[in-house]
């Protein structure tokens, strides 16, 4: 499954979800009509990908003589 940010001629955007692209492609040729005026003349948005956001990277464990020498990046 897909979901795609549509737009319609008359400036009304909405989202509807599809099987994959060629179900999208197939819906349009029929006509998928605005939520808002019922209009068939539809296109996909501009849309931003989802980017999953990183994890954090754990802080180094301190060596077996402890944090002293000033290595520690937790010291800084």
């Known amino acids: ?34 939520p808002s005026c019922g209009g068939t003349e539809v296109a996909k948005a501009i849309m931003a990908p989802r980017v999953a956001k990183s994890q954090p990277v754990p802080a180094p464990a301190c060596g077996s003589g402890g944090c002293g020498g000033g290595g520690c990046p937790m010291m800084m």
Request: net charge negative.
């Open 1 to 34: 499954m897909i979901v795609y940010a549509l737009h319609c001629a008359c400036g009304h955007d909405f989202d509807r979800w599809f099987d994959n692209m060629a179900d999208y492609d197939a819906r349009k040729a029929a006509g998928i009509p605005c």
